[in-house]
């Protein structure tokens, strides 16, 4: 796991990149991973920004880099 600061975002090495979703087949821009405490443990969520700039969400173990 990267590091965390203390606002809750991973400091991922894919940040401001194009990634694939694997579960959506979406591409877009990774633009942030955010930790969420839930009563069963953390979940990291990535936060991914397409060309039509609607932003979605997955988790961060879907992400890969995308291939141009």
Do not use: C, F, K
């Amino acid at each position: 796991m990267n590091p965390v600061g203390s606002d809750g975002y991973e400091h991922h090495p894919l940040l401001d990149t194009r990634v694939r979703d694997i579960a959506s087949r979406g591409v877009g821009v990774l633009v942030a991973v955010t930790h969420e405490l839930h009563s069963h443990g953390t979940i990291r969520i990535a936060h991914i920004r397409p060309a039509s700039g609607v932003e979605w969400t997955t988790a961060a173990d879907n992400i890969q880099a995308a291939r141009l």
